[in-house]
């Protein structure tokens, strides 16, 4: 894995993007929501180091706690930012920032994904975490696709 170091990267809806934060470093991105009507769920797959995550409208944050989204917890994270949630800031659609807070030089994988708030369902992908909720006397339903298992006994673990 090598180091971004061209200036502050876009990232594109769906597509996993693998970098590098050195200790004490801030390392942000680029990210422009489309869909006023849509869950935008930020996905954090952390390999190694410690850092935590934002996701701010218009700009970037200078430190942790001014962000309007932010994620403290130090390994695997998932962000689910839902229109409500965008709307009650003025920023449905529009630029946004995710930015790596690192507290250890940290290895890391993020991806943006955004999901009609109708979606009957919500796919499980292997490797990253997933967060959501469920509203009083309601159901979500979770997809996920097992792969093909190759030795006899070889068996998959989902866990709630």
Known sequence: ???TNVGIVTL????KFDDVSFYGERQCYKYFVKDSNTDVNVRFAQFSGISSLT????EIPKKFDDAVYRKAEFGNAALVISPRDRQANATTTGLYYLCVFSHMTATYSVQIIETPVSQPFHYLEDGWDEAGEV???STAVYVYKVPPLDFKGEDI???F
């Not at 594109?12 to 597509?15: D, G, K, L, N």
């Not at 996701?55 to 218009?58: A, L, S, T």
């Open 12 to 15: 594109q809806e769906s597509v």
């Open 55 to 58: 996701f701010n409208p218009r």
């Open 135 to 137: 509203q009083a006397k």
């Open 1 to 3: 894995m090598a180091k």
């Open 157 to 159: 673990s989902i866990e």
